[in-house]
């Protein structure tokens, strides 16, 4: 599959209102890959991926960090997604082999993967004392919605979500999403033809698919033949930056107690990245090294 993933920022309706496309099709199939997701579980956790690779960006500073979490207690679990500002991005749900009947209208049930009987917390770690953490009740499970609700109050920003993530028993076909925000001098007119063309535009992965650029997209879904680019060629990743030594740090942070019953009882210990199901082992003179750091 080629590579052209793509974020890129506009602006419409002369300046008034901001867009931001991006195609996460590469991006969402190397998820797929590296944890073997089931077609449920990829449409759930591309959605995902595809809007924290757009947070990301905006963070500021090579180390800032942001982290998704959602629990709405369905049968997929957990669901945990990291970006930097790059964005490198990296996910993982608790059962990426759940799968569920498709909806009635013929679509992958999300929402009934995801639950609703939980919350949406986003976390910000950038540089201050205390992260920025902003939780909001799940609207739907569905992803969109939910974020849709978390701009709204945790952000005061009301915006347009819309993600998508075409998948067959091969892989992703298409993935993507596009998010638009009234400025505060938006017109009444400007939000009512963005209104129009959403209400007449296909599902974004279904654009994608036909080959629409991000630019066309974004012209379609503001009814703006005039919008502007600000910034282009950002390029989402999956990239885990798990180490070796990382782990030791966490063997550390278990202390002297739990370390020593790892070495009378299991001589060795196996971690496994849940980012990206690569393994490293310690071998039991390797965890005494370690218990001596103690």
């Keep these: 599959m080629e590579n052209n993933d793509r974020i890129i920022k506009f602006l419409s309706h002369e300046g008034r209102v901001s867009v931001t496309c991006i195609n996460s099709t590469y991006l969402v199939e190397e998820a ?13 956790l591309g959605r995902v991926l595809t809007i924290i690779g757009v947070m990301g960006v905006d963070l500021k500073q ?39 009947p498709l909806k009635e209208n013929g679509k992958i049930n999300v929402g009934g993967a995801v639950g609703t009987n939980g919350y949406l917390t986003v976390i910000k770690d950038i540089g201050l004392k205390e ?34 993530v075409l998948v067959d028993k091969n892989g992703v076909r298409s993935s993507g999403g596009y998010f638009i925000s009234p400025m505060p001098d938006a017109k009444e007119e ?8 959403i209400k007449n535009t296909k599902p974004i992965s279904k654009m994608l698919e036909e080959g629409m650029s991000l630019i066309e997209i974004a012209k379609t879904v503001t009814n703006d ?3 502007k680019v600000i ?3 950002i390029i989402p990743v999956y990239e885990c930056d798990c180490s070796k030594e990382r782990f030791e740090r966490g063997l550390i942070s ?12 299991d001589e060795k210990a196996e971690i496994i990245c849940q980012f990206c199901n690569k393994k490293y082992n310690f071998s039991k003179e390797k965890l005494k090294e370690i218990l001596e750091k103690i």
């Excluded at 797929?32 to 759930?44: C, E, G, I, N």
């Design 32 to 44: 797929r890959k590296v944890h073997d997701l089931s077609p449920t579980a990829t449409a759930t």
């Design 62 to 100: 090579m180390q800032d960090k942001i982290t998704i979490k959602i629990n709405g207690e369905g049968p997929i679990g957990n669901i945990i997604a990291t970006s930097n500002c790059f964005p490198k991005v990296k996910a993982y749900v608790s059962n990426p082999h759940v799968e569920l």
């Design 131 to 164: 992260p920025y953490v902003g939780m909001v009740p799940l609207v739907s499970g569905e992803i969109a919605e939910d974020f849709t609700s978390y701009f709204a109050s945790s952000e005061q920003k009301p915006t347009v979500v819309a993600l998508g």
């Design 190 to 197: 400007d939000i009512k033809a963005i209104e129009d063309a």
């Design 225 to 227: 033949e005039d919008v």
């Design 231 to 233: 910034e282009e060629n």
């Design 254 to 265: 278990l202390g002297k107690k739990e370390l020593k019953e790892i070495i009378a009882q």
